[in-house]
């Protein structure tokens, strides 16, 4: 897929400037005789910068908006934002064709709606995961419970008893997955030692991407 540069500003300057706005949309400053062949070219060269460019913006736009819950509007799940369409054929809410249904008669309590849907989301993925991680690694554990936590990802309690915050399914699974992790070794370490560092990084080598990523993006606790 080619990527859309929506406007493209030549002035005299020297260097081309490829910058990625508030919205999300490339704009490209460039000298005045730059071909726009070669602008093209330079994008597609770009390509992958440019999109991760663009969806950390569209991310973090939907996380820092209030939620209006009218049609068009970004939600988030497993990290992708989702638009939500107020349907008056549905009789639940759903995830189809790349949108989130909400039926009409259940605008009136839709946060609420909503929220129940992220936390069965939220149930069936981070059971799987957690059975999956459980699985790699040998470690055993006592049960997987989904909380309203607005304070933290996730925590491990005695014996083995694993917490997660519902809010985590907005997440990519990369991360929901380092979560998953996190709370595991705990079983086997139950304070941040270094040799519980140790085993995190032995199932997950790249958890410090993932754990910045929650760090950025904390404000994803508060969101609905
Ligand atoms: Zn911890």
Redesign the pocket.
């Given at each position: 897929m080619s990527i859309e540069i929506h406007e493209i500003i030549r002035s005299k300057r020297k260097t081309i400037a490829l910058v990625v706005t508030a919205d999300a949309k490339l704009v490209v400053r460039a000298p005045l005789n730059t071909p726009t062949d070669y602008i093209k070219s330079l994008v597609q060269k770009k390509k992958k910068w440019i999109t991760e460019k663009q969806q950390a913006i569209v991310l973090r736009n939907e996380i820092h908006k209030e939620k209006q819950f009218v049609n068009g509007e970004g939600f988030l799940y497993l990290g992708d934002s989702y638009k939500l369409e107020i349907s008056k054929d549905e009789q639940q809410v759903i995830l189809k064709h790349g949108r989130l249904i909400l039926p009409e008669t259940e605008l009136r309590t839709a946060g609420e709606k909503i929220r129940r849907w992220y936390k069965n989301e939220a149930k069936r993925v981070i059971q799987e995961r957690v059975k999956y991680y459980s699985q790699l690694t040998g470690i055993k554990y006592k049960s997987v419970k989904i909380t309203d936590a607005k304070r933290r990802w996730?925590?491990?309690g005695p014996k083995g008893s694993l917490n997660f915050t519902w809010r985590l399914v907005m997440a990519p699974l990369r991360v929901i997955d380092y979560v998953v992790v996190?709370?595991l070794?705990?079983i086997e370490f139950a304070d941040?030692s270094k040799e519980?560092w140790v085993r995190v990084r032995t199932i997950m080598p790249d958890f410090e991407k993932q754990r910045k990523w929650l760090e950025e993006n904390q404000k994803l606790l508060d969101v609905i």
């Open positions: 996730g925590s491990c996190h709370e070794a705990h941040h519980y």
